[in-house]
């Protein structure tokens, strides 16, 4: 069974400065809920969530958060209210094994 986390992070107005506030969960739905008054509030000007699994890193031993690929990004429309766009960003050869998605082989033992 394959455990997926979600990290996701709150952008605002001026990006220079990192994230507003960043956050991990298990549950999409949830963040995604207690994202969205963020956005709406102009809070952060838009917010982006990554779909990870935990795993163990061969440099450090320690536990590592390993990106799978799905993202979703959250912005307000011209309505005011927040909307969500899912994309796909290929996962990285070398820093990810098993994900049960066949995206690639690499050197994180697990």
Do not use: N
Not at 45 to 50: D, E, G, P
Not at 62 to 86: C, F, K, N, S
């Amino acid at each position: 069974m394959l455990f997926r986390m979600y990290l996701w992070d709150l952008v605002g107005q001026d990006t220079s400065e990192g994230p507003g506030c960043s956050g991990l969960g298990d549950d999409l739905a949830a963040i995604t809920r207690a994202v969205e008054p963020l956005l709406v509030k102009h809070v952060g000007f838009a917010a982006r969530i990554v779909e990870v699994v935990p795993r163990m890193s061969v440099f450090h031993l320690g536990a590592v958060h390993v990106p799978t690929g799905r993202e979703w990004l959250g912005r307000r429309d011209v309505h005011g209210a927040a909307y969500w766009e899912a994309c796909y960003r290929s996962a990285d050869p070398g820093a990810a094994y098993s994900l049960g998605t066949g995206h690639g082989t690499g050197a994180i033992a697990g």
